[in-house]
């Protein structure tokens, strides 16, 4: 019989130690596991809540074998759980299209695309901590027009902030996703304002409007393992007036 659980950890959890637990579930294995239906982390940044929905009882039972001993480590306790057994549930019509609530679902259920889309989301509403939710702790990730190398969540999220300082309204715009089954493609629009330092470029107030495509690969969990960026670095000098545009020929 399924079931909601609600766990407010003590002390109060930060949203810097939701992060160390769910890497710690991930060394374990335990990233997504099985009979858990839905996830929901909520509250403020200094004060994090969990609200679950579980398949039944035996597989919570083997989770909790997992998780409890980290919180102790990591000097928390979930205290006593709140748990319900569940009468109804439904989704809303918006909520595929919603990124708060896709990426809170666990990875099984929600398609490759979903995660892909939540993490582009996520970037654009400038939550970098949930645009790398579902990384593991080695992924890497390679932007290839720089030639860099970025490896686990940590190194990522200052590589988007690197965009995010040269562009500040940065957005993935017109994306397009196409899950193949352990990887999914995204075609998109890089577009933003420089009014930040780019490297050792001085800003210069022009537009980036850029063709990007972007892999992600998957693996058995629906965790993602590594990802790969390609862009034309050439056509951002020129967009930003730091080149000339090519010569095409003359007749």
Known sequence: ???????????????????????????????????????????????????????????????????????????????PPEMYELHDSAMGSAAKNTAAVSSAMPASRMGLDGIHRAAHAAFNGRDLHEAVRHFRPDTEYTDHARGLTTKGPAEFIDWMQGWIDAFPDATVEEARYIDSGDHCVATFQGRGTNNGPMGNLPPTGHRMDIGMCEVLRFDSSGRIAGGDMYYDTMSIMVQLGHMQPPMTGSV
């Open 1 to 79: 019989m399924a079931f909601v659980i609600r766990v407010n950890p003590t002390p109060a959890m930060t949203a810097e130690a939701y992060e160390q637990v769910g890497m710690r579930l991930e060394q374990a294995g335990a990233g997504n596991p099985p009979g858990l239906i839905y996830h929901t982390c909520y509250g403020t940044r200094d004060d994090l809540h969990v609200f679950d929905v579980w398949d039944n009882r035996e597989d919570f039972d083997r989770f909790s074998a997992t998780i409890v001993p980290i919180l102790q480590e990591l000097g928390f306790s979930s205290g």
